[in-house]
């Protein structure tokens, strides 16, 4: 079963403009990642949050995470068309083993 | 070098063929995973090495035959596919499994089609 549920889905926005994907998840989590994957290729790591942390930078990324509510947000500023991919956010849980589980995505449209 | 290579790019087999996927990192990372792919779907994990031994295997079917000959190389060997088996095989690796998180590093990917 799927630890992280992403909203929105998709995500079209114009150059420029900020865009905001959040991610729930379920159980108890040691960190929090996220992922960029440009279409069909690998998936490239963006961020890691740990669970004692509740704020990242990185570049135009920032990450919130808020633990007593089980979610995260990622926030891209003043987006590029290159941004244009899918974003996903991963967990590490463990269940008997830790697992990396993976959310549905938000894909993001960013128009040049 | 921070990169994962995955060989080959992409793959079209049989239902009967025997066929193996590689995957190949020389970050010194001592973990590494196969992931399975559909169309806009997220990574499943398949199978997490640890130090060259299998540590996790999320009930893959037994067609799924995965390997590790050193800790710089991981197989996965296929054999008796059904269609549905056709995805995006990512591998990653990463520092290691020692219940820490580090960040993964993903290879391209093979795309891979049951014919």
């Known amino acids: 079963s799927q630890q992280g549920e992403e909203d929105p889905q998709a995500l079209s926005i114009q150059e420029g403009e900020n865009a905001t994907m959040n991610c729930s998840y379920k159980t108890s989590i040691n960190n929090l990642q996220w992922y960029r994957q440009n279409s069909g290729r690998g998936l490239v790591h963006l961020i890691l949050i740990r669970s004692n942390e509740r704020e990242k930078h990185s570049g135009r990324l920032r990450v919130t995470l808020d633990t007593s509510k089980k979610s995260s947000s990622l926030l891209i500023t003043a987006s590029r068309a290159a941004d244009t991919a899918s974003y996903f956010c991963a967990t590490d849980a463990y269940t008997g083993g830790f697992k990396t589980i993976f959310g549905a995505g938000t894909r993001l449209f960013v128009k040049a | 070098d921070t990169e994962v290579t995955q060989t080959p790019k992409h793959l079209v087999m049989g239902m009967t063929n025997k066929k193996s996927l590689k995957c190949e990192q020389h970050m010194g990372h001592r973990a590494m995973y196969w992931y399975k792919q559909k169309a806009k779907k997220p990574p499943e994990l398949m199978f997490v090495y640890s130090y060259e031994k299998l540590s996790i295997n999320e009930s893959v079917p037994s067609r799924f035959s995965p390997e590790c000959p050193n800790s710089s190389l991981l197989n996965l060997h296929l054999h008796a596919l059904q269609p549905e088996d056709s995805a995006l095989y990512l591998c990653?690796?990463?520092?290691?499994?020692?219940?820490?998180?580090?960040?993964?590093?993903f290879g391209p990917g093979t795309r891979l089609t049951v014919t």
């Open positions: 990653a690796s990463s520092q290691d499994r020692a219940g820490r998180a580090y960040e993964q590093y």
